[in-house]
């Protein structure tokens, strides 16, 4: 027998001529030019299925066509009108043999479009189909097994793709924590491809990555920090138009930034965690400087790890003006990877503070981060991070002039402080039945804004973010 993926053109075809002449007997009748047209069609491509077989089985299963265990994903898109139809009957699987006659495939098509008090049910339209003499064509179940086999290729959506590799980025570097306390070695080949994950996501999921990182970054895990400020550093490269071989380089030392946590005590992360930079005792300072060495050291001492990845790790705590306590730099000055990565860090520190939800949350750590333009942070890196993520970084939920709520979902290269929103709910907090999505930079013909951003929201209210946005399991 043919591989059913060798003749996949003639099996939608089929599907098609089936649908055709559902919706022309539907319309039209079973006597009319049209529906015979169809019907005769439809025999023609089953003819050609049969010449190697003695059947054609199509299946549903969740809201994807099959033929016997072959799911058609790609074609599936197209025919969900039809699928919803089948699937309002209850059909789930029709099977049909070698020898179809015309006046059979009329009297089936009829029974399967037609939803009366005798023909409520698949066992009723089963009982209909014998009754009327109808010999070739079958209705039935999904085999547990062809469904498992549709269930298993069932490709993965982008959201489950993304979120998967957003929480494997969490465990590696929890269990790196783990083993480098229990003084076990860092594991180079997981670091690796932990990285390549998180920039095929950067490349292919810009937007959903942020949108993801956003709505996690916000859950009491420590470890989430150090991904999400590899995401942004990845980000900040892909703005600037560094080449993609020296991506896993920059998200390894991403990743492993912080690993120098480990040299210092609780009490003094939590004091440093608890502010921010600006607000840093001379002891904070010293103790910035005590575990960025000592991540340095662990990173030059673990065969594998890449240069970088140590140098990053001791300088993306300095101040782009060099000012503070005096180290010994690597270099005449800090390298381009530590400052983009300082703005990472301090970025979404700030963000998942709090207490800044309560005085404006994105916005507040922008104006934080500007004020520190060319002293903290190099103005040029510091820009181009911004026109990247924007003042309100996708995931952001928002609050319009309009007096409605929506969720950013990419922000704008014209305007940092205009993205697109995907409008949620409406002026007295009804959530919409079908969410638009606008553009903040769109203008009315007198040349005003058509909307505006108010404040951002904080996540933990009463606004919900939309179900497909929220991680996947």
Request: hydrophobic share 35%.
């Amino acid at each position: 027998m043919t591989d059913p993926i060798q003749n996949r053109t003639e099996i939608e075809e089929f599907i098609t001529c089936l649908a055709r002449a559902m919706q022309m007997s539907q319309v039209y009748g079973d006597s009319h030019d049209l529906t015979t047209e169809a019907v005769d069609r439809l025999l023609d491509r089953l003819k050609a299925l049969t010449s190697d077989r003695d059947e054609v089985t199509i299946g549903i299963v969740g809201d994807e066509l099959a033929y016997g265990s072959q799911p058609l994903f790609d074609y599936s898109q197209n025919k969900k009108t039809f699928i919803q139809f089948l699937k309002n009957r209850g059909v789930k699987k029709i099977t049909f043999a070698r020898g179809v006659e015309k006046a059979e495939a009329l009297k089936a098509v009829r029974l399967l479009i037609t939803k009366s008090q005798k023909i409520e049910t698949m066992e009723d339209a089963r009982a209909a189909l014998s009754a009327a003499g109808i010999r070739h064509i079958a209705l039935g179940d999904l085999r547990p097994a062809e469904q498992e086999t549709v269930e298993k290729v069932r490709p993965e959506s982008p959201r489950r793709k993304t979120f998967r590799s957003y929480n494997k980025s969490i465990e590696f570097l929890t269990q790196t924590f783990q083993d480098l306390k229990t003084n076990q070695n860092l594991n180079v080949d997981s670091a690796r491809q932990i990285v390549e994950g998180l920039i095929k996501n950067m490349l292919q999921n810009k937007n959903l990555l942020l949108i993801l990182s956003s709505i996690r970054g916000h859950d009491e895990n420590q470890f989430m920090h150090g991904v999400n400020v590899a995401i942004f550093t990845l980000l900040q490269a892909e703005v600037l138009g560094l080449e993609e071989k020296y991506l896993i380089d920059m998200g390894m030392a991403s990743l492993l930034h912080d690993v120098g946590k480990l040299a210092v005590s609780r009490d003094q992360l939590q004091a440093l965690e608890s502010k921010t930079r600006t607000e840093w005792t001379p002891q904070d300072e010293k103790a910035a400087m005590t575990q960025d060495i000592a991540g340095a050291k662990i990173l030059l001492e673990t065969e594998g790890i890449p240069v970088l990845a140590a140098i990053v790790a001791f300088e993306h705590g300095m101040r782009y003006d060099m000012k503070g306590p005096q180290r010994k730099v690597y270099g005449k000055s800090l390298n381009l990877i530590s400052m983009m990565l300082s703005i990472s860090d301090a970025y979404d520190k700030l963000r998942r503070k709090p207490a800044y939800y309560e005085e404006g949350g994105p916005e507040k750590a922008y104006e934080e981060m500007m004020a520190e333009s060319g002293k903290l942070f190099h103005p040029d890196l510091l820009e181009n991070f911004f026109s990247a993520i924007g003042v309100f970084p996708p995931g952001t939920l928002v609050e319009l002039d309009s007096g409605e709520v929506g969720l950013v979902i990419q922000s704008s290269m014209l305007d940092k402080r205009r993205p697109q929103v995907e409008i949620i709910y409406d002026s007295t907090g009804t959530r919409y039945s079908e969410p638009r999505i606008v553009n903040l930079v769109e203008k009315d013909k007198r040349g005003q804004y058509k909307r505006s951003i108010v404040r951002s929201i904080p996540p933990m209210g009463p606004f919900e973010f939309p179900e497909k946005y929220k991680p996947e399991t």
